[in-house]
């Protein structure tokens, strides 16, 4: 499976490349979360959400072409899904938006995925 774990990275990445959209304004995060954007600070803090999702991205991207950098692309991606995971875990009293919904039935699909690169990575790495 030597192809394994960079394959792993670059699905994750493109996971975390999705809300770069996001950047572009209240109309698109909208699209993205299925919540109206109306406070201008809010909306600030989602834009630079969706640029940090963007740097991550780039990152798990650039460490899928490096081996080296295998272990720390796979712990990032981990510590973002399973950190938003989560947050959503203790927010279940509360309804979600279906795309919402939706985010944290592709993060559990990005947690399996990453979980299975990380063993990958432990086993070659022993």
Known sequence: ???G??????LVAVVHALP???VLGAGKLAQLY???VQDAGVELLLR?????FGLLAAFMG???LRPDLHRLGLVAGLVSVVSFLLLSWLQR????SAPLVTVVRVDGVALALLVVGL????RRSH
Not at 48 to 52: D, E, I, Q, T
Request: aromatic share 6%; glycine share 10%; no cysteine.
């Open 34 to 36: 299925g919540t109206p």
């Open 1 to 3: 499976m030597r192809y």
């Open 20 to 22: 770069l959209v996001g």
């Open 93 to 96: 009293g509360s309804a979600l």
């Open 48 to 52: 630079h959400r969706a640029v940090l």
């Open 119 to 122: 063993a990958l990575h432990l």
């Open 5 to 10: 774990v960079p394959v792993i990275l670059v």
């Open 62 to 64: 650039y460490a899928a």
